[in-house]
């Protein structure tokens, strides 16, 4: 039973830092309008609670009595921990009771329990992770960044369908210039999977304006770039990597005494502009898509205003209705949709 | 007929600025010690000596009549330009009358003439290109940058062996840290090529150290990473996109005066330096490994320096016989060898 607000289940749990991070998030979104379940340990909860005003907001409490800890095996999580704030979370979503799910505990079960609990939407073969990365411009949102690997040229075009509407839904792009991850501008120029989705995304109804190098994710040109989540969780953690050397460098050379301390600290000012550039954690986190309800898998370092900005863009998907509008152009190009291809096998 | 110092065949015609460039440093190349053939139009290139000292250097030009184009299609330079300073370089090496080939034209071209006129090693399947990536400690050498795509596990394997071999003989490596790139530390993380190739390289003689993450190139705990060449081209491409989207927020800050000049001047040394962190034209070019003969792929736009540098590690890795010793490695490792698994069919 949705009410006419999203109402988003909140992970109580997740994260590095737990209630005492996910609690005053969730009343942040809550005052901005949100409608929010808190789950997990109710006591817990309720303490955090205690602390802060409430009232006139639309804040429930579920209980779970387990929790996945970080390091825990996804496969673990989903079989042996059915009582965590992950899976009520998503069983929460799964019975009607929440359109959606924001947590920043163990991605891996995060992913796990939204795939097995959740479900598929009609059409979609396989969820994909969205990292909506900072650009020079406005963001570009990489999909897949790691919840597939070995994906196939049809699985390639549903991320890019599902990230298209994540544009224009929550982004607010009317028109996305959509990419394709490859090794060369030109047709032609990939490996077998990016030929052949290169051949399905210029018959398909979206805005595709060919392949993106490496070096376009950042420069902004495009509002979507396609990839296997092996390649896309490769890119990710390298421009973490990247920013986190070019940290080190800088406090070393301040260190040897090679830039003023007045010309570090400025540079350190830009360096923090640009980690936030490569950190998807600022978005809130990357939103899990292809499932019944949106699914927003968040940073373990998470902060309150992460946590808010990921329940506020997991309620904007929903009332914006995104999920119907994915299921509309998956209908509309059958030969990329889980459907069009099993009828194609029938006849 | 090998002469006893390392005979290097320059291509003169190619990069951006041709003998101009390219002629200077095969002159600055054979002051220190390397036999040079400069290889291109003979006139262009006999006009630049003419203006240097060249008494006692050990130079020959060998002219050939045709260039190819920065643009062209590599299967067309291949086909049809036979008498190109590519092809031509490469034809000295097939005929005994050169070690190795240093060209910064077009990469493409390099790439198709060095496999098809020298010709593969005994049990080497796919030649691969070898980025070698500075890191915040000593290089990090990153095998295949783009030479192939759709790599299996014993092509990865391959590589492995033959980036080893280069990590010592050229790069001074006692005993390389050997990673193969993947999106999580532990066994059994990656895709099924990817989970293959760590069992090949786990039962080799290579000190291989496990999987490596994006975040690991550039922290310099690994001296080579193994990875198919689509992924690691858009990681070469995506590590140069994000160093110019970092130079230019400096800049935009400069313009809109949130940064001191002297603060900006400042952070722009810096970025030079770390500008030079993900130019692998700072250690000459790109090695083609996988050859009866070292190819160097330079950068276009190279300098006198780059190409100085990689007609040096030409030589070096002639020198220090790093063929013999990839030969050597792959009898070694029968398993990951071309002759290994053809005799295991066999039986």
Redesign the interface.
């Known amino acids: 039973m949705l009410s006419k607000t999203p109402r988003i289940a909140v992970d109580a749990m997740g994260g590095d830092f737990g209630p005492r991070v996910n609690v005053p998030a969730a009343l942040r979104a809550a005052e901005q309008g949100a409608s929010i379940i808190l789950v997990g340990d109710e006591a817990q909860i309720r303490d955090e609670l205690s602390r802060c005003k409430t009232e006139g907001l639309d804040i429930h409490v579920v209980h779970a009595s387990q929790v996945v800890g970080m390091d825990e095996k996804p496969s673990d999580a989903l079989r042996r921990k059915k009582d965590s704030s992950i899976q009520v979370a998503c069983r929460l979503v799964k019975e009607g009771q929440a359109d959606g799910v924001v947590s920043a505990g163990n991605s891996g079960a995060v992913v796990a329990c939204g795939m097995f609990t959740i479900g598929r939407i009609a059409g979609i073969d396989r969820p994909a992770l969205a990292g909506i990365m900072p ?2 411009k406005r963001p570009c949102i990489l999909i897949d960044v ?1 919840a597939n ?2 994906s196939k040229a049809f699985h390639l075009a549903q991320f890019a369908i599902m990230a298209d509407v994540l544009a224009r839904d929550v982004l607010g792009v009317p028109k996305p210039r959509v990419g394709l ?3 060369g501008e030109e047709e032609g120029k ?3 999977v ?1 030929k052949e989705a290169f051949d399905l995304l210029r018959k398909s109804s979206i805005n595709f304006i060919g392949n993106a ?7 902004g040109n495009y509002d979507v770039v396609v ?5 896309g ?14 940290g ?3 406090k070393g ?1 301040l260190k040897r005494g090679l ?2 301390k ?6 350190l ?2 360096l923090t ?2 980690a936030k ?2 950190d998807y954690a600022e978005y809130g986190g990357a939103p899990l898509l292809g499932l019944k309800g949106i699914v927003i898998v968040c940073h373990g370092a998470s902060n309150v205003k992460a946590i808010t900005n990921a329940i506020r863009m997991a309620s904007t998907f929903t009332a914006n209705r995104a999920h119907q509008h994915i299921e509309r152009d998956l209908e509309a190009n059958s030969e990329i949709a889980r459907f069009g291809r099993q009828s194609a096998k029938a006849s």
């Open positions: 650009t020079e790691g690997v070995d991850l490859s090794i990939g490996n077998s990016v190098e490496g070096r376009d994710i950042f420069a990839c296997d989540g092996f390649v969780n490769v890119a990710l953690k390298l421009s973490e990597g990247l920013a986190r050397s070019f080190n460098l800088l050379e830039l003023s007045l010309g570090t600290l400025l540079s000012g830009a502009r640009f550039l490569v």
